[in-house]
């Protein structure tokens, strides 16, 4: 089945084939369904709030008020954000007798303004500390691939992909810190979108990483995506021009990147390579030593393990016993780091950031797998030297990207039946239109 695009979705408002309220009885169907992914996938169901929402945009496009074409259409948010009235709990225990929201994320309300519709919270990984997607306190939600036998979605944004993927939602909230919007977009067949961090604030989202984290988009498509990233960073939409793959310049990093493959990954990555060269792309595989910079920054645990630390150590201290102990024990990494180390990063990231940029400027975008491996079984999971092996590897390539401050898509390029693989187009920051613009070129040519 085909799924429709945020484009065709609204293109139907517009004439009067669907209306708001009839998409969103649509996704709560599919959320209630109980041969589905509902309830592993969201949290929290804004059942009532959806549909008055709904009927209120309808009612708008009626009279040609609509607050833009895009109104009325249904979306999930991940549980890392606040919504007014709502307790964010970030996908924890720990937090469930937290104060409810005294207003939406800057995130959500720039959603919302733009028509957009709530219809619910979904899961993700505790506190958002992870690439595989597992929740011991929610339940994790399948991976679209093989459901029968169950594979972890990605994470951290795990019910933000699945939402997508199964219909419940037609777009999502994610975030970013080392992969999470990307990953999950990856192991789930569908595209996922990390900003140049600065475009979107962070505001009202439980930190994970104030240097890394960046808010961005899941969907069905390029474009998709390049709506809602334009609604988040608070910029007009126009409509992208996707760019020919003839003459595009594209640069495979070889150091790092490539390293330990799972051999489907490598097939499917090469093919995609292979059919972007026949049509005539620029293909230069090249050496980035500056990526072999980033392991000893993050020997201790980096910005992510520092910065959690400080935002977590009253609240571990307290509710450590409940925390998922493959969560807390990487926060508590953060409490070995000096502020002299910690102090030592931001000038080591400045330099990484300058010399990476310097090397990539000749090229329009890096290209490489999203993920070095297929979505595991979650039964594999519970084991946990193969647990911290999976996660290395779902979040190395992605992590690259957000250490060098960079914007970065993932694009299906699996064949229909096989284990879902996504290749990435990365820049520097700043460079997230011609990411889309590349993207959006060649998005049906590397597909399967």
């Given at each position: 089945?085909?799924?429709?695009?945020?484009?065709?979705?609204?293109?139907?408002?517009?004439?009067?084939?669907?209306?708001?309220?009839?998409?969103?009885?649509?996704?709560?169907?599919?959320?209630?369904?109980?041969?589905?992914?509902?309830?592993?996938?969201?949290?929290?169901?804004?059942?009532?709030?959806?549909?008055?929402?709904?009927?209120?945009?309808d009612q708008l496009r009626s009279v040609n008020a609509a607050p833009s074409r895009f109104a009325g259409i249904p979306i999930s948010i991940k549980d890392l954000f606040d919504i007014k009235g709502q307790v964010s709990r970030a996908g924890s225990r720990a937090l469930e007798d937290s104060a409810p929201a005294e207003a939406d994320a800057t995130a959500v309300a720039r959603l919302r303004?733009?028509?957009?519709?709530?219809?619910?919270?979904?899961?993700?990984?505790?506190?958002?500390?992870?690439?595989?997607?597992?929740?011991?306190h929610y339940g994790t939600p399948k991976s679209s691939w093989q459901r029968e036998i169950g594979h972890v979605p990605g994470g951290s944004s795990s019910g933000a992909a699945v939402s997508v993927v199964d219909g419940m939602a037609h777009g999502a909230l994610g975030t970013d810190t080392g992969g999470?919007?990307?990953?999950?977009?990856?192991?789930?067949?569908?595209?996922?979108?990390?900003?140049?961090?600065?475009?979107?604030?962070?505001?009202?989202?439980?930190?994970?990483?104030?240097?890394?984290?960046?808010?961005?988009?899941?969907?069905?498509?390029?474009?998709?995506?390049?709506?809602?990233d334009s609604v988040l960073a608070n910029e007009t939409w126009v409509p992208l021009v996707p760019r020919p793959i003839k003459g595009m310049r594209l640069a495979v990093p070889t150091t790092l990147a490539m390293d330990d493959l799972e051999p489907?990954?490598?097939?499917?990555?090469?093919?995609?390579?292979?059919?972007?060269?026949?049509?005539?792309?620029?293909i230069e595989r090249i050496a980035v030593p500056e990526f072999l910079d980033i392991g000893p920054m993050s020997v201790k645990g980096g910005f992510t393990a520092a910065e959690s630390y400080a935002w977590h150590r009253y609240l571990i201290s307290s509710k450590g016993d409940i925390y998922d102990p493959r969560v807390s024990v990487r926060i508590?990494?953060?409490?070995?780091?000096?502020?002299?180390?910690?102090?030592?990063?931001?000038?080591?990231?400045?330099?990484?950031?300058?010399?990476?940029?310097?090397?990539?400027a000749p090229y329009d975008a890096l290209v490489m797998p999203t993920a070095a491996i297929t979505p595991p079984l979650i039964a594999d999971m519970e084991d946990d030297k193969v647990f911290a092996k999976a996660n290395i590897m779902s979040l190395r390539n992605c992590t690259l990207i957000n250490m060098i401050d960079g914007c970065a898509i993932?694009?299906?390029?699996?064949?229909?039946?096989?284990?879902?693989?996504?290749?990435?187009?990365?820049?520097?920051?700043?460079?997230?239109?011609?990411?889309?613009?590349?993207?959006?070129?060649m998005e049906n040519a590397v597909r399967g």
């Amino acid at each position: 089945m085909i799924q429709p695009t945020l484009a065709s979705l609204a293109d139907d408002l517009a004439a009067g084939r669907t209306t708001s309220r009839t998409l969103v009885e649509e996704c709560l169907a599919r959320i209630a369904d109980p041969h589905g992914e509902g309830v592993r996938t969201f949290l929290r169901v804004d059942k009532a709030a959806a549909l008055a929402a709904a009927d209120a945009m309808d009612q708008l496009r009626s009279v040609n008020a609509a607050p833009s074409r895009f109104a009325g259409i249904p979306i999930s948010i991940k549980d890392l954000f606040d919504i007014k009235g709502q307790v964010s709990r970030a996908g924890s225990r720990a937090l469930e007798d937290s104060a409810p929201a005294e207003a939406d994320a800057t995130a959500v309300a720039r959603l919302r303004g733009a028509g957009f519709v709530v219809i619910g919270r979904t899961n993700m990984v505790e506190f958002a500390y992870s690439g595989i997607g597992t929740n011991p306190h929610y339940g994790t939600p399948k991976s679209s691939w093989q459901r029968e036998i169950g594979h972890v979605p990605g994470g951290s944004s795990s019910g933000a992909a699945v939402s997508v993927v199964d219909g419940m939602a037609h777009g999502a909230l994610g975030t970013d810190t080392g992969g999470s919007c990307r990953i999950p977009a990856a192991f789930n067949g569908i595209v996922g979108f990390k900003p140049t961090q600065r475009r979107v604030p962070l505001d009202g989202a439980v930190p994970l990483s104030f240097t890394l984290d960046s808010i961005g988009p899941l969907a069905r498509t390029v474009e998709c995506c390049a709506v809602m990233d334009s609604v988040l960073a608070n910029e007009t939409w126009v409509p992208l021009v996707p760019r020919p793959i003839k003459g595009m310049r594209l640069a495979v990093p070889t150091t790092l990147a490539m390293d330990d493959l799972e051999p489907i990954v490598a097939d499917a990555f090469e093919r995609a390579l292979k059919k972007l060269a026949e049509q005539g792309a620029l293909i230069e595989r090249i050496a980035v030593p500056e990526f072999l910079d980033i392991g000893p920054m993050s020997v201790k645990g980096g910005f992510t393990a520092a910065e959690s630390y400080a935002w977590h150590r009253y609240l571990i201290s307290s509710k450590g016993d409940i925390y998922d102990p493959r969560v807390s024990v990487r926060i508590l990494r953060g409490e070995a780091i000096s502020a002299a180390d910690y102090i030592d990063l931001l000038p080591a990231r400045r330099s990484l950031i300058a010399r990476t940029e310097a090397r990539i400027a000749p090229y329009d975008a890096l290209v490489m797998p999203t993920a070095a491996i297929t979505p595991p079984l979650i039964a594999d999971m519970e084991d946990d030297k193969v647990f911290a092996k999976a996660n290395i590897m779902s979040l190395r390539n992605c992590t690259l990207i957000n250490m060098i401050d960079g914007c970065a898509i993932s694009l299906p390029i699996h064949r229909d039946g096989e284990a879902p693989v996504g290749l990435m187009l990365a820049g520097a920051a700043g460079s997230d239109r011609r990411i889309f613009e590349l993207a959006a070129g060649m998005e049906n040519a590397v597909r399967g």
